[in-house]
């Protein structure tokens, strides 16, 4: 599926992080964009050079976590041949790529002290030296950079440059995670479910069930975006009747009855060793109610519904396979899940 280019949530801590970046576009200055993963800081980044005045010259991406330390400033700046080894001929640099238009940062905090140093240089009188050269050479770029880390904490820990920090901080957008993100989660839903039927060649859209609908809201969304596209698309793709509501999602691609084990190593042996339950397949951990219990059947019966319902949806809602993962009886856990009323 193609790349995703425009904004879709209706929020108002969404909508006043992207008309900042609006905002802020049309100034020639640096912008930081803050956000966990998922968030879209790629997305505003593009928005920063589209809606600025260099929207018809080079947009250059650099993801500084891909780049070993000893390549990065190769990256950034260049090189000249026989600059080191491997260095066969003259290269240009990032820097020089995006002369006249934007230069993207991704991940900037995990960038070197060094790469740092020699970016801040770059970035306050406007000229970069590649690796092996002693010529500087003039450009004109504008740095919008991106990460997931609290900078001016990692300038209190010494590992970024307070003085870089300083230049690039001009206007700091910061992007909400998802789950403050309100009304939003069933609107973005509602928007990957569509385009995913439309790639599987249904005839019309059936919508999301109450179950599914409850387990978007519910779900805390550390991936954000990029984590409900993701378990959107997987459970229009794992459907099996197009005319029904989706009604059942799957969290975790990983989760089945037969995930391997993970068996317990020699040193730990003592202190946990092992049974004849590890060949079982794996179950997910559940919490007790916590706090005082006013009325105790009540409470067993939410724990024990809570289980069912988990362990339904983990298993794709085969019966037989969840009696088995329960360690019940095919009987035994239609039973239960009659009394419950989870039984479809």
């Not at 992080?17 to 964009?33: I, M, T």
């Not at 009188?125 to 950079?145: C, F, L, N, W």
């Not at 609107?187 to 978007?216: C, H, I, K, N, S």
Request: charged content about 25%; hydrophobic content about 40%.
């Amino acid at each position: 599926m193609e790349r995703e280019t425009q904004f879709i949530g209706q929020s108002a801590a969404f909508q006043d992080a992207v008309d900042r970046a609006s905002q802020a576009a049309a100034l020639d200055r640096p912008v930081l964009v803050i956000g966990e993963r998922g968030t879209g800081k790629e997305l505003i980044a593009e928005r920063l050079h589209r809606l600025s005045s260099r929207w018809d010259r080079p947009y250059v991406i650099l993801n500084c976590a891909a780049m070993p330390e000893t390549l990065i400033e190769s990256e950034l700046f260049g090189h000249e041949a026989g600059a080191f080894t491997g260095a066969t001929r003259t290269r240009a640099g990032r820097f020089e790529e995006a002369d006249g238009g934007t230069l993207f940062l991704d991940e900037l905090a995990t960038m070197s002290m060094g790469a740092q140093e020699r970016l801040l240089r770059a970035v306050e009188y406007g000229e970069v030296t590649r690796v092996g050269s002693s010529r500087p050479i003039r450009v004109d770029v504008r740095i919008v950079a991106a990460t997931n880390e609290h900078l001016p904490a990692a300038v209190d820990e010494n590992r970024f440059r307070a003085d870089l920090l300083d230049r690039l901080s001009f206007e700091v957008i910061t992007l909400p995670p998802l789950r403050a993100r309100e009304g939003d989660i069933e609107v973005l839903a509602t928007y990957f479910g569509q385009r995913m039927a439309a790639v599987l060649g249904w005839d019309e859209w059936p919508g999301f069930g109450p179950r599914a609908l409850a387990a978007m809201e519910g779900h805390d969304w550390p991936g954000n975006v990029r984590e409900l596209r993701n378990v959107i698309e997987r459970a229009i793709y794992r459907w099996a009747d197009p005319e029904r509501p989706i009604d059942a999602l799957s969290f975790d691609p990983f989760a089945s009855p037969w995930q391997p084990v993970v068996r317990k190593t020699a040193a730990k042996a003592d202190a946990a060793p092992a049974s004849a339950g590890d060949a079982t397949p794996a179950t997910t951990a559940h919490e007790a109610p916590s706090g005082p219990v006013s009325d105790l059947r009540a409470a067993v019966d939410a724990y024990e519904k809570q289980i069912l319902s988990d362990t339904m949806a983990r298993c794709r809602f085969n019966q037989k396979v969840a009696a088995e993962a329960l360690g019940l009886s095919y009987d035994q856990i239609r039973h239960a899940l009659k009394k419950h009323g989870l039984n479809q």
